[in-house]
């Protein structure tokens, strides 16, 4: 494995962990950037980056996109709110030949929940007479509502289901998917898909218990676009 040159975008609890997690496989930090100052410095400064890691905020993250890109820094983003933007940035990607990776979640275990996820929609699509919902509970400090996570889950299902258009948060409505958004205190992130029916329920669940499941993923995404163009996701790097 090459020894990464790594900027790290957003230094707050996940831009630490990933320091931590990123540090440990022998990779080097060679930048932490926290605002638009910080930017501009590092864009005077002519550091040499293999890849920056941005876990920002959503207001700024096509700010962070477009520098990259014009920087022809490889990107891998867990920054999340920007999803309905998608098609302008892969557009930045595809002019600029960047290399871009995003997830709305990096962990390992999170996307074998979204595998899994998948598989059991198409299921309750064949057999009927099962009403879905998710709900998701994260940390007081969580600016978008809902997760990411719970965005590309709740996709998933309506992908998967022929009587559902599209998903409503913190409300019913027909053909819709409630997703249930949950502050509080500082809970790292819980998404929990519930299947009922008159007869029984099934649940589908992740309980994160730290930010190292996500921090590792995120530097193996930067490792693994080293070399490459285009977007991709965690369903590129574990083959899913």
Not at 37 to 45: A, G, K, L, V
Not at 83 to 108: G, H, L, R, T, W
Not at 128 to 148: C, F, M, N, Q, R
Request: charged fraction near 20%; glycine fraction near 8%; include cysteine.
């Amino acid at each position: 494995m090459n020894k990464l040159r790594i900027v790290l975008s957003g230094y707050g609890k996940m831009g630490k962990e990933v320091e931590r997690i990123a540090l440990s496989r022998n990779h080097t930090i060679v930048a932490k950037l926290d605002n638009e100052n910080d930017w501009e410095q590092f864009s005077e400064t002519g550091t040499k980056a293999d890849v920056v890691v941005d876990f920002s905020m959503p207001a700024a993250a096509l700010d962070v996109f477009a520098a990259c890109f014009n920087m022809g820094i490889p990107l891998v983003t867990g920054t999340t709110g920007w999803y309905k933007q998608m098609d302008e940035v892969i557009q930045m990607v595809s002019e600029k030949q960047a290399s871009f990776f995003y997830a709305p979640n990096f962990s390992i275990g999170v996307n074998l929940f979204f595998s899994v996820n998948r598989k059991l929609a198409a299921l309750m699509n064949s057999v009927g007479g099962y009403d879905v919902s998710i709900t998701e509970t994260h940390h007081i400090h969580k600016l978008d509502a809902p997760s990411g996570t719970a965005i590309q889950a709740a996709n998933d299902i309506i992908d998967e289901t022929d009587n559902l258009t599209d998903w409503i948060l913190n409300n019913h409505a027909a053909g819709k998917l409630p997703v249930y958004s949950i502050r509080e205190g500082e809970v790292t992130g819980t998404h929990e898909i519930l299947w009922q029916s008159a007869a029984d329920e099934i649940t589908l669940k992740h309980t994160a218990k730290n930010r190292s499941g996500f921090a590792l993923g995120a530097v193996m995404a930067a490792e693994f676009i080293q070399g490459k163009t285009g977007v991709f996701t965690m369903k590129d790097m574990l083959k899913l």
